[in-house]
């Protein structure tokens, strides 16, 4: 079984400030990992993912995380955020093979508020 | 492209009552899941489905049922409502999970659901 640990359920950041939220995970197998955006009152859109090769990954709004095996993390960085990138970030982690190859696993959310 | 499209938006059930959620994909997904997301308890898996006619218990699958009699379709159901089940629901679906190519989930945009 595969479980996530976001650090921080709420983080408060100044607009053009940088932040990190942070995930962990724990798994007896190789996962892929993922981090899910959602905006208010909206569904989830993936915002990156890393399933192989270069453990820095990068979205096209300026976020990347790196995956971290020895320390098993995905942090999720931005070095300079907008009023828009206010909203809900989830980090999950799902099997490369086997029983639970299609059952994501969630953590429980970071809420990063965006302060003018 | 609609992607994945759920019906209805919002509801408001009497404890129960019952109702059945739809949720219609036309990327010819293999894969759909329901999740219902409850505050500081991320996203958590109902029932999922890997091909038509078939379905499986996510993890807490107790109070609902699910269908997939058409390969777009997935439909979620609530025989007797629970003020337990007030929730948000999600619809996903993907693509059969593969070698590097991991399993990416497309969601809906979401049931509001409140029993009484």
């Known amino acids: 079984a595969q479980s996530v640990t976001q650090l921080d359920s709420q983080v408060p950041v100044f607009e053009e400030a940088p932040v990190e939220l942070r995930c962990n995970y724990s798994s007896s197998v190789s996962v892929y990992l993922f981090w899910y955006v959602q905006y208010p009152n909206q569904g989830l859109q993936l915002l990156l993912k890393?399933?192989?090769?270069?453990?820095l990954v990068e979205s096209i709004n300026g976020f990347e995380a790196e995956f971290n095996k020895s320390q098993t993390s995905f942090h999720l960085r931005k070095p300079s955020v907008h009023i828009s990138d206010t909203a809900e970030y989830f980090c999950a982690v799902i099997p490369y093979s086997g029983a639970g190859s299609y059952q994501l696993t969630f953590g429980k959310g970071t809420k990063l508020s965006v302060i003018p | 492209n609609a992607g994945v499209t759920q019906t209805p938006k919002f509801r408001v059930l009497k404890t129960g009552q019952s109702m059945t959620l739809l949720c219609a994909q036309d990327m010819n997904h293999e894969y759909m899941y329901w999740y219902r997301q409850d505050p500081g308890m991320g996203l958590r898996l109902i029932h999922y489905s890997v091909g038509e006619g078939t379905t499986a218990k996510g993890e807490v699958p107790d109070g609902y049922n699910v269908s997939r009699l058409k390969k777009q379709n997935f439909l979620l159901g609530l025989e007797s409502a629970a003020p337990s089940q007030t929730s948000v629901y999600f619809c996903?679906?993907?693509?059969?999970?593969?070698?590097?190519?991991?399993?990416?989930?497309?969601f809906g945009a979401g049931t509001r659901l409140s029993v009484l």
């Open positions: 890393y399933l192989s090769g270069s453990t």
């Open positions: 996903a679906s993907s693509y059969t999970p593969g070698p590097h190519r991991g399993n990416i989930q497309y």
